[in-house]
């Protein structure tokens, strides 16, 4: 079994009215996915917990903003160059056009949506909330920004190279 398998195998057994099965898995499949987990490079697991975890957590959750985090930093570049993100005190001048530009993509197609985190500083966070991810990718994907093949909610403005997230919630 592979390990999205895995896991929709526990998430099946967690929600059995067999008790034997929810013993299951709670007691063996955990053991069995740890297993799996442990043959991952970190690059591998970044896309597990990406792909599978930090996509079936609630945008409010703290969880999700610690496993998007790791998440990213798991799935950089394989070379031994590491990749730092430094944030100027100033205001670039391009700094938030991506956000801008998607919201103003989001509106135009009727797509309601919250950018996130919610702070002073409105070009501090770079995830938006929409009801519809598949509908918010194509949307924006219209308006100029590309997928991520590494991760479907991570698109990229393709004029900034900035990054944005998405993160389904109902509104």
Do not use: W
């Not at 442990?38 to 697991?45: C, H, K, V």
């Not at 056009?97 to 989001?106: D, Q």
């Not at 919610?118 to 590309?146: H, I, K, W, Y």
């Amino acid at each position: 079994m592979t390990i999205r398998e895995l896991m929709e195998e526990q998430r099946t057994l967690v929600g059995s009215s067999d008790l034997a099965k929810r013993l299951a898995a709670a007691l063996l499949m955990p053991g069995l996915l740890r297993e799996r987990l442990r043959e991952l490079d970190d690059f591998g697991l970044g896309q597990i917990l990406d792909f599978e975890v930090c996509s079936n957590l609630s945008v409010f959750a703290p969880e999700l903003t610690v496993c998007m985090e790791v998440a990213e930093r798991l799935s950089r570049n394989r070379g031994d160059k590491a990749i730092q993100r430094t944030r100027s005190t100033e205001i670039k001048r391009d700094d938030g056009e991506h956000l801008l530009r998607a919201e103003s993509a989001l509106y135009r197609g009727r797509i309601p949506h919250l950018l996130l985190p919610f702070q002073r500083d409105r070009f501090a966070g770079n995830v938006f909330m929409v009801p519809s991810v598949t509908e918010a990718r194509r949307c924006l994907c219209q308006a100029g920004f590309r997928e991520n093949p590494r991760s479907p909610s991570l698109l990229i403005d393709s004029e900034t190279n900035q990054a944005i997230r998405l993160v389904e919630e109902r509104l």
